[in-house]
């Protein structure tokens, strides 16, 4: 399975971006999928996941109430609405895909990742 993510980019604080992830090669439905993140300096840290249906999300605290995931089985695609951005959401972020069904929230669930794009926020 191959990961490409896109849609990051240079925004004002307050601003919006919104990152698509597409999956190929030998995808399955039933991915859990996630976004994480990693600043300079720090660990790679989960974002948000998503259960294989899109039903079910999980998103950290720092960006819950802004940050909205879902997927498109049909397109084999993910995104991550991210609005209110401040700029401590300035990172690399990754898509990744898991073999579990369910909503998946630690790193080491994940068995594939995308090669990441960059979202910094100015102030």
């Known amino acids: 399975v191959q990961l490409q993510a896109s849609g990051g980019g240079l925004v004002q604080a307050g601003g919006s971006l919104r990152l698509s992830c597409v999956a190929s090669g030998r995808t399955r439905i039933d991915y859990g999928l996630g976004w994480f993140r990693q600043a300079p300096g720090r660990e790679r840290e989960v974002v948000a996941a998503i259960n294989w249906s899109g039903g079910t999300t999980y998103y950290a605290d720092s960006v819950k109430g802004r940050f909205t995931a879902s997927r498109d089985i049909a397109k084999n695609t993910m995104y991550l609405q991210m609005n209110s951005l401040k700029p401590e959401d300035t990172a690399v972020y990754f898509c990744?895909?898991?073999?579990?069904?369910?909503?998946?929230?630690?790193?080491?669930?994940?068995?594939?990742w995308g090669q990441g794009t960059q979202v910094t926020v100015s102030s």
């Open positions: 990744a895909a898991s073999s579990k069904t369910g909503v998946v929230i630690y790193r080491s669930g994940y068995d594939y």
